[in-house]
């Protein structure tokens, strides 16, 4: 009998990250400087970013060592536990096993510490007095707000200006660290001025708030800016869950047929399914991986594999990847942490090259599968992690009609319980199930084709 819970001993939590860099099918399409079109040196980020995370960005290791001080912080909430969902496994009455890694036990509530730990970790070593950064519901920006804190370091956090208004209390976690909170598009900025004098009262994007921190952290002494998803460096603090799970795994003597998670830019994807792919290249397992993302914003499974920018005012690099068009502007919908035009490179060259799948949901079914899930395992899943819930529910069920024993992992990669307003919606039957239009798609293709000529 498998146990409920599997818990890994703290002893056992890994020490090094794992790199996709080295095992990735062909090497990387660069960035590209929009300006000359060419690749662009990693000299060119470093206004932006402190020298140690930008060798990582381009590492070809296959490991790379995490410093005793952030393992420290890590010991807060990891190892953070592996559990099998018995109950939902009941009440669907399927053959298949489900298991699911849970990081809403961090401090808050989101994977994405795991990288903020060691973002602002670097940033301190070297000097940096104050991190920008831009943020949609709060998760990131709590992230990075809680590290900021414990590193001693100033974090101000570009929020998008409708999440600000909508959503105040992921804010009063922020404030709680210290960090200073800015809606925006914000007078701070030339383009959140150009953008407030056409519209004052602008919701903003996650695309112009990424412009407004960049800026920020360009035109200012001691400030470097932060991400909490797409580069590869922010994946490969992520690698921590997934070579817990697969000494968890090893525990109870299984291999996952599948493993699942939900996308917004890549992280918590890659984080649990990457050092399942390292297995699979060496040989000892051989795994589905299966990205999830929603209708709204169908970035993998409708948008385009080419170059674009990573933001709306058109500040970053281009990066290879798939995209609705940096001119994409999200439906409102719950999981504000997948409304991104685009996807980390990496996960989009393992798509291209079919090592990966990718699936859409819209919002209603994944809110049935979310209370599914609350009802089941007493856990309730942030609306992102939902989308994970509800492919992990369909791959069971698919299961149950074939009659086949599989084992399925996905990343239940937050709580929440600071989205009761989105529930409170889906239980009133408010909710829309939302297709991002394709002719969009086409459009701001049309666009990015005019702008950029790679
Ligand atoms: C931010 C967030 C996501 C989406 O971001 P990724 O980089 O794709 O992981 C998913 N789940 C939760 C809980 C988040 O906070």
Redesign the pocket.
């Known amino acids: 009998m498998t146990p409920r819970t599997i818990h890994l001993d703290p002893e056992e939590m890994p020490r090094r990250w794992y790199n996709i860099l080295p095992d990735l099918p062909e090497p990387l399409p660069p960035p590209l400087d929009p300006e000359t079109g060419k690749p662009l040196g990693p000299e060119k980020l470093a206004p932006l970013f402190p020298m140690e995370l930008i060798k990582q960005e381009v590492s070809t290791k296959r490991f790379i060592d995490i410093p005793e001080e952030v393992l420290e912080v890590y010991r807060i909430y990891r190892p953070t536990p592996l559990f099998r969902a018995k109950y939902l496994e009941e009440k669907l009455g399927t053959p298949a096993k489900i298991f699911y890694k849970y ?2 036990v961090s401090p808050t ?4 510490p795991n990288t903020a730990i060691a973002q602002a970790y670097y940033n301190m070593r070297e000097g940096v007095e104050r991190l920008t950064t831009e943020t ?2 709060g ?2 920006g709590s ?1 990075l707000s809680f590290a900021g804190y414990v590193y001693g370091l100033k974090v101000t956090v570009y929020m998008v200006r409708i999440s600000y208004l909508q959503k105040p209390f992921r804010k009063v976690l922020m404030k709680l660290y210290g960090a200073d909170v800015v809606p925006s598009p914000s007078e701070r900025t030339p383009y959140g001025r150009e953008l407030l004098k056409e519209d004052p009262e602008h919701p903003g994007s996650l695309g112009i708030a990424i412009t407004e921190a960049v800026y920020d952290a360009a035109t200012n002494e001691n400030t470097k800016y932060s991400l ?3 580069l590869n460096h ?2 490969m603090h ?1 690698t921590i869950m997934g070579l817990e799970a697969i000494k968890q795994m090893e525990m109870i003597d299984m291999m996952p047929d599948y493993v699942v ?11 649990l399914a990457y050092p399942f792919y390292m297995l699979k290249k060496e040989g000892k397992a051989n795994p589905k991986l299966l990205a999830v993302e929603p209708t709204a914003a169908p970035t993998l499974t409708k948008g385009v594999y080419t170059y674009d920018f990573g933001d709306t005012g058109r500040m970053t690099p281009l990066l290879k990847m798939y995209t609705l068009g940096h001119t994409f502007i999200p439906p409102p919908i719950h ?4 409304r ?1 035009h685009g ?2 490179p990496t996960l989009c060259l393992l798509k291209e090259k079919g090592e990966i799948d990718a699936v859409a949901y819209n919002q209603v079914e994944v809110f049935e599968a979310a209370k599914l899930f609350f009802t089941t395992e007493g856990i309730l ?5 939902a ?2 819930v509800k492919a992990a529910i369909d791959l069971a069920v698919e299961a149950k009609e074939k009659g086949e024993e599989r084992v399925i992992l996905f ?1 239940l ?3 929440g319980f600071f989205d009761m307003k989105a529930y409170e919606e889906f239980i009133e039957g408010r909710l829309e199930p939302y297709d991002y239009p394709e002719e969009e798609i086409r459009r701001n293709i049309e666009k990015l084709r005019e702008i950029v000529k790679v």
């Open positions: 990081e809403g509530g989101s994977h994405k949609g519901a998760q990131w992230a909490g998803s797409v922010v994946l992520q998670g939900a996308v917004g830019g890549g992280s918590n994807f890659a984080g999981a504000g942490g997948l991104y996807d980390a899943p942030a609306p992102e992690s989308h994970a990343n990669s937050g709580h």
